[in-house]
């Protein structure tokens, strides 16, 4: 059976290592060990921030939508209660964005909900 060097398939994942380790200060961007090491941290990091991520924009809509609330003299908690028993099925996200760019459309909403 033929021997079968494998240098040519090392180099070509130790390069895809290291270019995804670029930018990375002093051996964690040239030594392959460090390199692969720092990689796969950053990758746990990235998830972990996209999770993050989801989490600190509901909270800056909980805090827009309330806001906003206040000049109409009703609570977060009570405005959400009255959304869910008039079926009314818009998320934070879009209630933000109506209570920033479209009030009108906000106090319609509001009205219903009072």
Do not use: C, P
Not at 37 to 56: I, P
Not at 72 to 93: C, P, Q, T, V
Request: glycine share 6%; net charge positive; aromatic share 8%.
């Amino acid at each position: 059976m033929a021997r079968v060097k494998r240098g040519v398939s090392s180099h070509k994942k130790h390069k895809k290592l290291l270019k995804l380790a670029k930018g990375y200060q002093f051996g964690r961007s040239k030594l392959v060990k460090q390199a692969k090491e720092t990689v796969l941290h950053a990758g746990e990091y990235a998830f972990a921030g996209r999770k993050q991520r989801r989490r600190d924009m509901r909270k800056l809509w909980i805090t827009q939508l309330s806001g906003a609330l206040k000049t109409e003299d009703i609570s977060y908690s009570k405005f959400i209660a009255g959304l869910k028993a008039k079926n009314i099925n818009l998320d934070r996200k879009i209630l933000a964005e109506l209570a920033i760019n479209d009030f009108n459309t906000f106090k319609q909403i509001v009205s219903q909900v009072k």
